[in-house]
Nanobody, 126 residues
Framework: QLQLVESGGGLVQPGGSLRLSCAAS????????LGWFRQAPGKEREGVSC????????KYADSVKGRFTISRDSAKNAVSLQMNSLRPEDTAVYYC???????????????????WGQGTQVTVSS
C-alpha cells in the first residue's frame, strides 16, 4: 500500500521553528516530485513548497520564501520542510504530496499530485 505520513506538527510561538517530515512507505520517492501544501480553516488549500525528483529544483510560495526550506532525504525515503520565523498566519494543516515526474519538474499545482498524506496540524500562537 502506497502511503505518505507526515509528522512534526505542533504548537509553537511566533518566531519559533518547526521541522515537518513526510515519510513514504510502499514506494520509493526517488522518481517523484514532492510538494508541501497547507489549508487553514475557511481557506483553500495552497502550495507552500515543492522539490523535483532530482532535488535540483525547488519552489516556494512568496509568503514563505526565506523562512521555509524543503529538502529530500533519499536514505529515509522522506521529504522535510524546515519552517523558521513562524507567524500566526502559518497556522494550518500541512500536507505532503507526491507525483511521478521527470527529474527537474516541480509544481505547486495541487491537482497534479497523485498521493497525499493525512496532514499534520501546525499552530502558531502565543
Amino acid at each position: 500500500q502506497l502511503q505518505l505520513v507526515e509528522s512534526g506538527g505542533g504548537l509553537v510561538q511566533p518566531g519559533g521553528s518547526l521541522r515537518l517530515s513526510c515519510a513514504a512507505s510502499g514506494f520509493t520517492l526517488d522518481y517523484y516530485a514532492l510538494g508541501w501544501f497547507r489549508q487553514a480553516p475557511g481557506k483553500e488549500r495552497e502550495g507552500v513548497s515543492c522539490i523535483s525528483s532530482s532535488g535540483t529544483v525547488t519552489k516556494y510560495a512568496d509568503s514563505v520564501k526565506g523562512r521555509f526550506t524543503i529538502s529530500r532525504d533519499s536514505a529515509k525515503n522522506a521529504v522535510s520542510l524546515q519552517m523558521n520565523s513562524l507567524r500566526p498566519e502559518d497556522t494550518a494543516v500541512y500536507y505532503c504530496a507526491a507525483v511521478q515526474a521527470d527529474a527537474n519538474i516541480a509544481t505547486m499545482q495541487s491537482y497534479a499530485y497523485e498521493y497525499w498524506g493525512q496532514g499534520t496540524q501546525v499552530t502558531v500562537s502565543s
